[in-house]
């Protein structure tokens, strides 16, 4: 049984919080440590956990194996640098970091440690995304050319720092990291990228992404109208076919992007008929803190959220931003 420190008590600690109940048999929530007790003790008192403000205190407690760091961007570098240092295995919430130097940080101190550090990028465990990556490396429909990905949110109301992009990173870092993973999936390393922001929509943002061979394209928004539900999606054009995956959320609970309200994945073969695919509604936070469990107990290092992974992807929102300032093609380092 893994015992569990959950940091910061906000919206990914309340999602986080629920991966851990659905895998009650191997792993309990033993304490929520935040900073203020307002969201902290509802969320404890859900999760059958105490609450603490103590975070040095957590630290030191011999029974916490794993630390799941759900803290504002800024503090990931001070926070998971000092639990792998307190002997803790460490969940990350993405991004990685703010900057390179602090994810260059939490890369090598996870290099060096024993411990598991794994980084949620929580489309790897999305059945949708896991399935374009399957039929993508099957080379099925041939080799992939090139592929647009979307993910458009009204300005995220359950707090105030996402919206300070010195303490978010902005759109680049704190939404678009999650397709530009995705990219990197399937087509490799990225070599360059030029960005343009709306003007006068703050924080809408589409990104062209160089890679050998292919290019992927980006848009992102925090800028949509507080009515239009949360969406994403990703097409990818192959030389023989195409495969498309797009869904809308509605909110629940606090925060403004919910649960999945409309989800579907459709190929298009460039013969013979289109194809709808029916996929297992399985539960992608379940499905990532059970990924994570199972590399804890097995001693093993993740594949999927490696803080590489992370890392290469911050290079590509670092990348943006930079060409958001410039106006020109950015080289990714
Ligand atoms: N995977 C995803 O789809 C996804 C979605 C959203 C966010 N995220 C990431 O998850 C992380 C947390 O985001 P969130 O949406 O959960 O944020 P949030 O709702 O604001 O929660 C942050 C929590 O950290 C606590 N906290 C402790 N020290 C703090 C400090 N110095 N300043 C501000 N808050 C502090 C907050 O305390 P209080 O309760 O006192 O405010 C709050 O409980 C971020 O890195 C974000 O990018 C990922």
Not at 71 to 91: I, M, N, S
Not at 112 to 131: C, G, H, I
Not at 230 to 245: D, K, P, T, W
Request: proline share 6%; with cysteine; hydrophobic share 45%.
């Amino acid at each position: 049984m893994i015992t569990v420190a959950i940091v910061g008590g906000g919206f990914m600690g309340s999602t986080h919080a629920a991966g851990w109940m659905a895998l009650a048999e191997r792993a309990r929530v033993k304490v929520v440590c935040s900073r203020s007790p307002e969201r902290g003790v509802r969320l404890a008192a859900v999760a059958g956990a105490v609450f603490s403000t103590d975070l040095d205190g957590v630290l030191e407690d011999p029974e916490v194996d794993v630390v799941d760091i759900c803290l504002p961007t800024g503090l990931h570098r001070p926070v998971a640098l000092q639990a792998l240092a307190a002997g803790k295995h460490v969940l990350l919430e993405k991004p990685i970091a703010l900057t390179s130097a602090d994810a260059e940080a939490i890369v090598e101190a996870a290099a060096r440690s024993e411990r598991t550090l794994m980084v949620a990028l929580v489309l790897r465990f999305f059945p949708e995304y896991e399935e374009i990556e399957r039929r993508v490396r099957s080379g099925a429909l041939g080799k992939a050319l090139g592929a647009t990905a979307y993910r458009l949110s009204p300005p995220a109301d359950w707090n105030t720092w996402m919206q300070d992009e010195s303490q978010s990173g902005g759109t680049p870092v704190d939404d678009m990291v999650h397709d530009f993973d995705q990219m990197n999936i399937l087509f490799g390393t990225p070599r360059t990228v030029i960005a343009r922001a709306l003007p006068g929509a703050r924080g809408h943002v589409q990104a062209l992404v160089g890679y050998e061979g292919a290019e992927a394209f980006v848009e992102a928004s925090s800028a949509m109208p507080s009515t239009y539900p949360f969406s994403a999606g990703i097409r990818v054009l192959c030389e023989q076919g195409l495969i498309e995956h797009g869904f809308r959320s509605v909110p629940v609970g606090e925060g403004n992007i919910g649960m999945t309200a409309e989800s579907f994945v459709s190929i298009y073969p460039a013969g013979g008929r289109p194809e709808r695919l029916q996929l297992s509604g399985v539960e992608p936070w379940t499905a990532e803190i059970a990924y994570f469990v199972e590399c804890v107990e097995q001693q093993k290092r993740p594949e999927r959220g490696t803080p590489e992974q992370a890392y290469r992807a911050l290079q590509v929102s670092l990348a943006t931003a930079r060409s958001l300032r410039s106006g020109r093609t950015e080289v990714i380092e």
